[in-house]
Each structure stands twice: as structure tokens, then as C-alpha cells.
T-cell receptor
Framework: GQQVMQIPQYQHVQEGEDFTTYCNSS?????IQWYKQRPGGHPVFLIQ?????EVKKQKRLTFQFGEAKKNSSLHITATQTTDVGTYFC????????????FGKGTHLIIQP | EAGVTQFPSHSVIEKGQTVTLRCDPI?????LYWYRRVMGKEIKFLLH????????ESGMPNNRFLAERTGGTYSTLKVQPAELEDSGVYFC?????????????FGSGTRLTVV
């Protein structure tokens, strides 16, 4: 079945440094979504990308969807302590199950 | 607007016992989904309701799991009998439309520990 690999699993950065997490799918995705989960919290929807090569920005966050619609990345510029949490990518394949296939997530740890 | 509410937040039960988890979706959200995250693994889809109908239950691990959504409002997920490998966090999510461009709203989850 479809698999979504996400790296790195953990990322320690100093406050102010940049951060990037990457997702790769074993199959072509119809779209990809990104979620953030704060420690002790639940996943909160950030954004959805649909088009091949799409790039979207939300303040310091930049999201990209690959040309082949099999990979995606999230880049945070100048991290702040409020960025701490786990970032998940999740996607739908063209057919298949109704649910999203999630990556394992990247835990972002920020040292002040 | 109230969010997705799940109850209980934590449950510790012994192997072989029964546990029922409840999810109240956002009012008006016809689509309700159950997911779970077992320790160290990714969040996995369990099933999808549209109103009271099971649309897709391909992710349900086995017949010890039973989900219902009578009346198309809240949903329950019963595990009977519970096994050690059922431990994890069970999330419920809802949306107005399936595969919404605005993603899902997740509940806070129920952390289930089977001992």
C-alpha cells in the first residue's frame, strides 16, 4: 500500500536557525496536507497543496509540492520557540482508502 | 464554534476488557473519521463515516473494533476484548466535505493504555 516517508525524525535547532522537513511518497499523490501537533496536543491543519510544483507561504513557513507530486517539503525561516512541535505531512493517493496516509512526523526541538 | 470533542482523554484498562471511546464532531460536519497512532508509528486511518453510514472501514485492524454513529451525530469506537497492541492514541476528526481543501479538525484524542 501507499507509504509516506518523512525525514528527519528529530531536528534540534537553535532559535533563529532555519528548519526543513521532507516527505516522500511511494505513489503519486492527488494532494498533500501539512499538520502541526504541539506537545501534548492534537494535529492542527496548516495547509493543502494540490498542483504539481506548487509553492505556498504562510509568514515564515514555505511549503512545496514536487513536480511529480510524490514529494513535499516544509521550510521554516528563523525558528521561534512557538514553532516547537511535530510536523506531519499526509496525502491521498488517486484511489484507495478514504483516509489520509500520514508520515511519521518530524519533531522540532528549539534551543533558546 | 465548539471543536471536535473526545472522551475520555485517557483510559487504562486490562487486557481482555472492553473500552468505548466517544467522539462528538463539529456540529454540521457529516464526515467523521477515526485515526490512531500507536507508539513510534505513524497516524493511521481506521474508518470514515458519512452521516450514519460507514463509507470506508478499510483501516479497521480486526473484528475486535466496532465503530458506530447512530443518528449521524456522535460516534463511538468500541474495542472488545482489548489487547496490548491496541495501546495508542485514538483521534477523531471531522469535516464538512470529504477531502476538504481545509483539512480535518482533529479532536484532542483518547490515550488508551492496555495493561
Amino acid at each position: 500500500g501507499q507509504q509516506v516517508m518523512q525525514i528527519p525524525q528529530y531536528q534540534h535547532v537553535q532559535e533563529g536557525e532555519d528548519f526543513t522537513t521532507y516527505c516522500n511518497s511511494s505513489t503519486t499523490l492527488s494532494n498533500i496536507q501539512w499538520y502541526k501537533q504541539r506537545p501534548g496536543g492534537h494535529p492542527v491543519f496548516l495547509i493543502q497543496l494540490v498542483k504539481s510544483g506548487e509553492v505556498k507561504k504562510q509568514k515564515r513557513l514555505t511549503f512545496q509540492f514536487g513536480e511529480a507530486k510524490k514529494n513535499s517539503s516544509l521550510h521554516i525561516t528563523a525558528t521561534q520557540t512557538t514553532d516547537v512541535g511535530t510536523y506531519f505531512c499526509a496525502g491521498y493517493s488517486g484511489g484507495g482508502a478514504d483516509g489520509l496516509t500520514f508520515g511519521k512526523g518530524t519533531h522540532l526541538i528549539i534551543q533558546p | 464554534e465548539a471543536g471536535v470533542t473526545q472522551f475520555p482523554s485517557h483510559s487504562v484498562i486490562e487486557k481482555g476488557q472492553t473500552v468505548t471511546l466517544r467522539c462528538d464532531p463539529i456540529s454540521g460536519h457529516d464526515n467523521l473519521y477515526w485515526y490512531r497512532r500507536v507508539m513510534g508509528k505513524e497516524i493511521k486511518f481506521l474508518l470514515h463515516f458519512v452521516k450514519e453510514s460507514k463509507q470506508d472501514e478499510s483501516g479497521m485492524p480486526n473484528n475486535r473494533f466496532l465503530a458506530e454513529r447512530t443518528g449521524g451525530t456522535y460516534s463511538t469506537l468500541k474495542v472488545q476484548p482489548a489487547e496490548l497492541e491496541d495501546s495508542g492514541v485514538y483521534f477523531c476528526a471531522s469535516s464538512q466535505v470529504h477531502r476538504s481543501n481545509y483539512g480535518y479538525t482533529f479532536g484532542s484524542g483518547t490515550r488508551l493504555t492496555v495493561v
